[in-house]
């Protein structure tokens, strides 16, 4: 088992910067891939971006690319999301998931945080 809880979302202005985390507990997480999803009202989940274990292989989806980071420090068990030149379509519910490899599939990973809010104003 491995339980994840997302924070660092809130309200910030077109433009602005935002730094989630997710920290891990349970299973080792320095085994584990992770990856930050995104659910907007009335859509689907989408992937955002993901990493591998030792996070040398990053991947991210293209809405997202150049503006986007995503990282690991395994010594604290947590995962980033840095996010800049936040527009307002970057608005959603952020979710942080681990799964044993590379997937841009939500339903290839097995557990998941409960959530975190991000709303960007135009």
């Known amino acids: 088992q491995v339980q994840l809880v997302e924070s660092g979302g809130g309200l910030v202005q077109a433009g602005d910067s935002l730094r989630l985390a997710c920290a891990a507990s349970?299973?080792?997480?320095?085994?584990?891939?992770m990856g930050w999803f995104r659910q907007a009202p009335g859509k689907e989940r989408e992937f955002v971006a993901t990493?591998?274990?030792?996070?040398?292989?990053?991947y991210y989806a293209d809405s997202v690319k150049g503006r986007f980071t995503i990282s690991r420090d395994n010594t604290k068990n947590t995962l980033y999301l840095q996010m800049n030149s936040l527009k307002p379509e970057d608005t959603a519910v952020y979710y942080c998931a681990a799964n044993r490899g590379l997937s841009t599939q939500p339903g290839d990973y097995q557990y998941w945080g409960q959530g975190t809010q991000v709303t960007v104003s135009s």
């Open positions: 349970g299973r080792t997480f320095s085994n584990t891939v």
């Open positions: 990493i591998s274990w030792r996070g040398g292989s990053t």
